[in-house]
Nanobody, 123 residues
Framework: QVQLVESGGGVVQAGGSLRLSCTAS????????MGWYLQAPGKQRELVAN???????TYADSVKGRFTISRDNAKNTVYLLMDNLKPDDTAVYFC?????????????????WGQGTQVTVSS
């Protein structure tokens, strides 16, 4: 059983910063890609940033230059540093990870999701 738990969300004024964290736990053989997605009410979940096991990163155009994704493989943790936050960044942020379970290390990875953490940016 795998669980992803996010933390670090909250309310911040425009121009401020937050750092989100997500830690995976369970009987894990390997974690490949890890990423962050956002979802506004009534809208589809959208990619914010992704990082591969080798450290290659991808960002949505709207956050390039403001957000930084990183990971600590020893801790099974991915971070999202959000600088210069804007009101349009307000959303629920979900952690995602592609994981191979210890019970089937030869199988393909499967996606797991955290419960989401609310980020609210005030004007």
């Amino acid at each position: 059983q795998v669980q992803l738990v996010e933390s670090g969300g909250g309310v911040v004024q425009a121009g401020g910063s937050l750092r989100l964290s997500c830690t995976a736990s369970g009987f894990i053989f390997r974690i490949n890609g890890m990423g962050w997605y956002l979802q506004a009410p009534g809208k589809q979940r959208e990619l914010v940033a992704n990082i591969t096991s080798g450290g290659r990163t991808t960002y949505a155009d709207s956050v390039k230059g403001r957000f930084t994704i990183s990971r600590d493989n020893a801790k099974n943790t991915v971070y999202l540093l959000m600088d210069n936050l804007k009101p349009d960044d307000t959303a629920v942020y979900f952690c995602n990870a592609g994981i191979k379970l210890a019970r089937n290390p030869w199988g393909s990875e499967k996606d797991y999701w955290g419960q989401g953490t609310q980020v609210t940016v005030s004007s």
